[in-house]
């Protein structure tokens, strides 16, 4: 099935479109950019140059995708937007490239992109991420799986949300989100842990009692949070969820808010 394209879209010649995509009305498809096998963009649909997708993917009325970064240390080079497969963009999505030569802001697969989210340079989008409306990500920002940020949550630059994290609508996130957990508030503060969240993808009762139980060591006994994470790995099973949490913490450059 080959590709259907719109008389009024603009393709540059370079651009690479597989069989079975659909472009529509006044789209533009710009230089070294490629569509996977059942891409549909709908009208009005910026795609900048350099900018990869897999298949699949679904991109709505008036996104741009791989626009050049705002960055201002960028000085020239090729950069890129790489997506996996069947993510979903929806209305004023933004999107844009790296800043240094040869890099790119990766979205993985089966993420879903609300109503003016954008994700800025470097940024780095796992696997089924929800990006609600007006959601913002400032550069070199790290999004883990089936993380999702509530409408209007703005992201310093650098900081990282976890697997399976929350966070609250309108928060302001200027430090690591842990995993498996709610950060809400301006500034934002860790709430609880997200059990609605784990029990709709799935995670045991042994692991969910346990992850209960390093989330009270950690946010609500006071402890500096060297010696919490030490009481955690002494005292808590180590399942993997535990162990993944202990080690987001660990490795944090920009701190965990409490």
């Known amino acids: ?31 070294q950019s490629v569509m996977g096998a059942g891409c549909k963009l709908h009208s009005h649909v910026v795609i900048e140059s350099h900018t990869v997708l897999g298949q699949r993917n679904e991109v709505f009325p008036f996104a741009c995708l791989g626009g050049k970064t705002q960055d201002l240390k960028w000085k020239g080079g ?16 933004t999107v844009h490239r790296a800043t240094s030569d040869g890099a790119a802001t990766v979205i993985g697969s089966h993420n879903l992109l609300l109503i003016h989210a954008h994700v800025a340079h470097d940024c780095v989008l796992h696997n089924h991420v929800i990006l609600s409306g007006y959601a913002g990500l400032a550069g070199h920002v790290v999004i883990e799986d089936h993380a999702i940020l509530s409408g209007f949550t703005a992201v310093h630059q650098f900081c990282r949300v ?92 920009r701190g965990i808010g409490k």
């Not at 950069?79 to 999505?93: L, S």
């Open 1 to 31: 099935m080959s590709a259907t394209i719109h008389p009024t879209a603009v393709i540059h010649p370079t651009a690479q479109i597989a069989d079975g995509c659909e472009v529509g009305p006044y789209c533009v498809v710009g230089e």
């Open 78 to 93: 090729t950069t890129w937007v790489r997506a996996g497969d069947d993510n979903v963009f929806r209305e004023h999505v």
């Open 162 to 253: 976890g697997r399976l994290a929350i966070t609250g609508g309108c928060s302001r996130i200027t430090q690591d989100c842990p995993p498996f957990i709610i950060t809400e508030g301006n500034p934002s503060e860790v709430r609880a842990l997200n059990k609605i969240g784990l029990e709709r993808h799935g995670v045991s009762e042994e692991a969910q009692a346990a992850l209960k139980q390093a989330y009270r060591i950690l946010f609500r006994e006071g402890l500096k949070m060297s010696n919490a994470l030490t009481k955690v790995e002494a005292e808590v099973a180590q399942l993997p969820e535990v162990q993944h949490l202990v080690q987001f913490i660990r490795s944090s450059e």
